[in-house]
């Protein structure tokens, strides 16, 4: 996969070098930074080097900034986690008892409520709504600072301040979209034999509900939160970008802009290790949910 | 029943006023990087930046930093662009204009208190010179530094060399940094210099500069700056609007005029030496016909591209050194017509309609919508333009690889002529991607360049101008305003047509 990511990076129209240096440069300066960077090996020397010094814990050197890529990845993953995680909350408290309820009464006043907030939560624009919540919550009500970042350690109400708007931002949209699986999946279990044969025999209804429903709406359920929070972790770059967010997002980002290889080998590299994790994650809790799924 | 479900809802509900309602009015505006107190100046800048290394970074967002942490030899001043004293305090030129000998200012140190001599200038000047940095060809002409005693710099050139101050000073990319600072310390991360400001800190949120209380012109009275980055316009001018920042120069052309009318706002603007322009490719028919160029220059409204692209905060121009420097130009001899525009089409002979791709970036998102206005004005001439976006990597690729028909960009930070023509217009030109050339006009350029008499040297310039200007080697578009804006109350800050970011004489409300 380290050869893929590589390829594709290298394949993308643009040079580093010239974008280092603007519009105005001599050859010799020219000659003397690629030199710099190593960018006049053979691309195969450049991988293996690369892809060497990655083994051991090493992923370069920005071209830009001259920062080691892992302390640069370092530095913005305090700020990616806080708010992968906030807006995992946030989805799950929208998405819960949002899909729940409609789930419970199909078809009903607050079935359609549903449906039209998640519609709407999937299909606004996060930039728009980005800028819309800072206008108002910042700009009109003056209640929560329009961006930026501190360190929980440093300031734990300035922290919650400024994580709010973009967790919501993001929460949203991913809420959004689970509320749709919460709905169709408790929908699905509500509908098997067992859940009927239990209410036949007079179990509380709250019993059925969390033993024979919940239960078996779990699994469909953590596969598309942990797709979710993966995404959530690769970084969101307009909110970040709306919210002086220093993510992950902006730093990819950045660094495709730039044309600065190892900074965004790092963080590709990174994205695909998140998702290989979290998948490794999802599959365990299955088994921990299903019993059934562990004993094949 | 019921309610218990609901509970999870008003529990989040509960949780989101308590977090928003915290802060009630006083939003905590101190937080971010640690800077703090009361007589900062916390600055919105619109990027972080990539290093601090000024002879090697190449961003703005780098140099808005650098100008309050290093000083030149020379420094444009904030009224006209011309040079004067800074760390050299007085000049010689010799009779055959071949050796400037500077006396540099006495009593000044640097930031690690040690003291500022000529070794530091001559080991500035052979660091970029030696190791090829980005503004080696600033040094083309100089054949050697030299330090004859702790006080004196000599220059030596190949040739003589007028614009060797605005070579040396322009800007802080051709800095003093301390002698060996480059083997002493990370020039990426830290910085040693002389100016009125350290660098402090610098992370993925903010820069933080603390006062020099040496420095050589006095201490600020503010006890420092905080570069915040924030992208977003909307973001910035509401953290403005609230106090969060008193500082911004991340003001959207389309936002100037509601935020004339602003009390909460201060808004200061300049006419800038920046200039839009657009290119035709020589090697590409049949943009190599004069007439066809003339055609495309006649055809089109500038007054138009300037309200669509900027909203009217620029000012067109159809050369390139914008009103109020010394070098200013009256020259425009294009007045937009149609009829005109189709005629020189006929008389170069050419079948209509014409296709021609303008390659334009979003990363200057104002080409994109000049290039939509042009596109509309060029087509009931008989030129289809096909817009091409791309992004600024790909862009300078097909640029420097003559992959066009067509392209708009901007010249930034040129204050003498000679930066203004000689690398765009001069035949063998680092910068002539249209593949212009013309024998009057190298001619014109090779005298200008060497001339010491100031007038006899505008005077050649003018000349090469209006040459460049008929024969559409660029098509000059505007100079946009530089346009920036603050807390009401803050003193002490001039908004400079070079750009540059100067904080040494702010005071705070």
């Known amino acids: ?296 | 029943m019921r309610t218990n479900r609901l509970l999870p809802l008003a529990a989040a509900a509960a949780l989101l006023v308590t977090a928003c309602g915290g802060g009630g009015e006083s939003v905590d505006t101190g937080g971010g990087g640690g800077g703090g107190g009361d007589n900062v100046l916390v600055a919105a800048v619109s990027a972080e930046p990539d290093q601090f290394d000024p002879h090697v970074t190449n961003a703005y967002a780098s140099f808005q930093v650098l100008e309050n942490v290093y000083d030149t030899l020379v420094v444009p001043s904030a009224e006209d662009l011309t040079m004067q004293p800074s760390l050299a305090e007085s000049w010689t030129t010799s009779d055959d204009g071949l050796s400037w000998t500077f006396t540099l200012r006495d009593g000044v140190t640097f930031h690690d208190g040690s003291e500022f001599d000529s070794a530091d200038v001559v080991y500035s000047f052979k660091r970029i010179i030696d190791e090829e940095l980005s503004n080696a060809y600033r040094f083309a002409t100089v054949s050697d530094v030299t330090a004859p005693d702790p006080r004196t710099v000599v220059v030596t050139l190949t040739r003589p060399t007028p614009n060797l101050l605005e070579l040396i000073g322009s800007f802080k990319g051709m800095a003093i940094v301390s002698e060996n600072a480059a083997d002493e310390l990370d020039l990426q991360s830290e910085a040693n210099g002389t100016g009125p400001f350290q660098l402090e800190s610098s992370d993925a949120n903010a820069t933080v500069l603390t006062t020099f209380d040496d420095h050589w012109g006095g201490a600020p009275s503010i006890d420092g700056v905080e570069f915040r980055y924030i992208t977003e316009p909307t973001a910035a001018l509401t953290a403005l609007r609230n106090g969060e920042i008193q500082w911004t120069d991340n003001v959207p052309p389309q936002n100037v005029a509601d935020l004339e009318g602003d009390e909460e706002v201060e808004l200061g603007s300049v006419t800038s030496v920046e200039y839009f322009y657009m290119s035709m490719n020589y090697a590409v028919p049949p943009f190599d016909n004069r007439d066809v160029r003339r055609a495309i220059a006649t055809a089109i409204d500038r007054d138009e591209v300037t309200q669509a692209a900027r909203f009217g905060a620029a000012q067109p121009n159809q050369t390139a050194i914008p009103e109020g420097s010394p070098f200013f130009l009256e020259y425009a001899p294009f007045t937009p017509d149609q009829d005109a525009a189709r005629q020189l089409l006929e008389q170069a002979g050419v079948q209509t309609p014409i296709t021609m791709g303008l390659m334009v970036t979003d990363e200057y998102p104002e080409t994109v919508a000049a290039a939509q206005v042009i596109a509309s004005q060029l087509e009931p001439v008989g030129i289809d333009v096909e817009i091409q976006e791309e992004d600024f990597a790909t862009w300078l690729d097909r640029q420097s690889e003559g992959d066009f028909d067509a392209f708009m960009l901007s010249w930034i930070g040129n204050i003498d002529p000679a930066d203004f023509y000689e690398n765009q217009h001069l035949s063998t030109g680092g910068s002539n991607y249209q593949g212009y050339s013309n024998p009057q006009v190298d001619d014109l350029l090779t005298r200008a360049a060497t001339e010491p008499d100031q007038a006899a040297r505008k005077a050649l310039y003018d000349q090469a101008a209006q040459l460049i200007v008929d024969d559409v080697s660029y098509l000059y578009l505007y100079n946009p305003d530089e346009v920036q804006a603050w807390a009401p109350g803050l003193t002490g800050y001039q908004v400079r047509a070079d750009s540059a970011i100067d904080f040494a004489n702010v005071e705070l409300p």
């Open chain 1, 1 to 296: 996969m380290s050869v893929l990511v590589f390829s594709l990076i290298h394949l993308v129209r643009g040079d580093p070098i010239r974008l280092a240096l603007g519009t105005r440069f001599s050859q010799e300066t020219y000659d003397a930074l690629r030199e710099r960077s190593g960018l006049d090996l053979p691309l195969v020397q450049q991988y293996f080097t690369w892809a060497g010094r990655a083994l051991t814990g090493d992923l370069g050197v920005s071209f830009r900034s001259g920062d080691t890529v892992t302390s640069l990845i370092g530095e913005r993953l305090p700020a990616t986690l806080t708010l992968a995680l906030a807006a995992l909350v946030v989805a799950l408290v929208i998405a819960l008892p949002l899909g729940m309820l409609s789930a419970l009464h199909p078809r009903s006043l607050i079935d359609r409520v549903a449906t039209v907030v998640s519609q709407f939560g999937i299909s606004v624009p996060d930039f728009w709504l980005s800028i819309m919540l800072i206008l108002v919550f910042a700009g009109l009500l003056g209640w929560l600072p329009s961006g930026g970042y501190v360190p929980l350690t440093e300031d734990p109400l300035g922290w919650l301040q400024r994580l709010v708007l973009p967790a919501v931002a993001t929460g949203v949209v991913s809420g959004s979209v689970i509320t749709r699986f919460v709905r169709s999946s408790m929908l699905e279990a509500l509908g098997q034999d067992h859940v009927r044969t239990a209410q036949a025999k007079g179990v509380p209804t709250r019993q059925v509900l969390t033993w024979h429903v919940l239960r078996n709406a779990l699994l469909p359920l953590v596969t598309v939160t942990g797709v979710q929070l993966a995404y959530l972790l690769s970084g969101v770059v307009v909110v970040e970008i709306v919210f002086s967010w220093p993510g992950l997002g902006q730093l990819a980002y950045q660094a495709v802009r730039d044309r600065d290889f190892p900074v965004l080998q790092g963080a590709v590299l990174l994205f695909a290790l998140v998702f290989l994790v979290i998948n490794l994650l999802v599959d365990l809790l299955y088994s921990r949910i299903d019993p059934r799924i562990a004993r094949r």
